[in-house]
């Protein structure tokens, strides 16, 4: 499968750089690490942010499973540095690192092809498409290539993307004309714009106000992100439309990762799935208590019907997929296969 042919974003250059001239030290496997810093993102709290749910699930689990030989050290509320930094330090230096779109996809912009938005109808859905699926290992595959990392597991940090906004219910793409909404990235901005709306760039950390000062009328995550920031204070209406799939991803130092003994990498991967898993069931089984709990706080919950989320899927993508094309220079392959994983083939035809 090629390579995306585009041009090399700055932190790819700086690291391919880095190599080039051997400025980027590489671990060899005598120096191996015994104790392990692992950084993300969002507080330290397991009940508001089901990522620290999986790293104190994954510091657990491969502590007991290798015997000890492995330790973690957590690093949560970005103490490490941004999401840039931290993916320099994990390929860099034995570490590991969960990261997120906006880690990954200035090394692999091909990642973004999975956030075609409305692509899985389920969970279940999901967890094939990433767990079994050919993109997927090329995505693993591109990673490693590039940097020497391993990308060893797709954390489900919330459930599907939802709709917020202040102005008025949301119940098909026609509800968005003449709104204004926060986008985390430019993938965003291009599935607000197909609706008829803008969207503008807004840090996480600036959402909260840039929504109380109508600097944007609304914006798009799971339900747990809208309680961890509060949102439901500042936005009225939330539509289920179930978006895109929340994740991020589990980076590990390659020199690290190869250096390992058979035993303790197969205790890490083995400690990994079944975190995951954990981290799976708890977040889905909490989706539901986390939507009242919205409700209770006086949002009303919209619940498009199935000719609404077609619109949905209809308008947005498309538009998607021709930005993927035009905009990131992703290569058809790369999508093909996603769709093809995703049972979605038709959608380059439209």
């Not at 000890?68 to 970005?78: R, V």
């Not at 954390?155 to 204004?180: A, V």
Request: aromatic share 10%; glycine share 8%.
């Amino acid at each position: 499968m090629p390579l995306s042919k585009r041009r090399l974003g700055g932190l790819q250059q700086a690291l391919l750089a880095a190599l080039a001239t051997g400025l980027l030290a590489v671990t060899s496997p005598v120096n191996a690490a015994t104790t392990l810093n692992l950084s993300y993102n969002g507080p330290p709290d397991a009940d508001k942010n089901a990522v620290h749910l999986f790293a104190t699930n994954l510091k657990r689990l491969v502590e007991e499973k290798s015997d000890g030989d492995i330790q973690l050290k957590l690093y949560p509320n970005s103490m490490l540095g941004e999401e840039q930094e931290r993916m320099e330090q994990v390929i860099n230096t034995p570490s590991l690192n969960i990261a997120s779109f906006a880690g990954l996809s200035p090394i692999v912009p091909e990642i973004y092809v999975s956030a075609i938005p409305f692509l899985f109808e389920d969970y279940q859905a999901a967890h094939r498409f990433f767990d079994e699926g050919e993109y997927w290992k090329q995505v693993e595959g591109a990673l490693k290539q590039r940097t020497g990392a391993e990308l060893l597991g797709v954390i489900e940090e919330g459930g599907f993307l939802d709709f917020t906004n202040s102005k008025r219910p949301i119940h098909n793409p026609d509800d968005f004309k003449g709104l204004r909404f926060r986008a985390m990235d430019p993938s965003q901005v291009a599935l607000y714009e197909a609706f008829g709306a803008s969207g503008t760039p807004i840090p996480w950390s600036d959402t909260y106000m840039g929504l109380k000062t109508n600097v944007a009328d609304g914006q798009m995550n799971p339900p747990m992100y809208i309680i961890m920031g509060s949102l439901y204070e500042v936005q009225k209406y939330l539509t289920l439309a179930n978006v895109q799939y929340s994740d991020q991803f589990l980076v590990a130092n390659g020199s690290w990762y190869e250096g390992l003994s058979d035993a303790d990498r197969q205790a890490l991967d083995a400690a990994v799935k079944e975190a995951n898993a954990l981290n799976r069931e708890d977040v889905e089984k909490r989706v539901d208590a986390r939507i009242q709990f919205l409700a209770d706080q006086g949002m009303e919950v919209i619940e498009p019907s199935a000719e609404d989320l077609a619109a949905f899927r209809d308008k947005g993508q498309p538009a998607y997929i021709r930005w993927l094309q035009k905009d990131q220079g992703i290569d058809r392959q790369w999508i093909e296969t996603a769709l093809d994983d995703a049972g979605q083939q038709g959608l380059l035809s439209q």
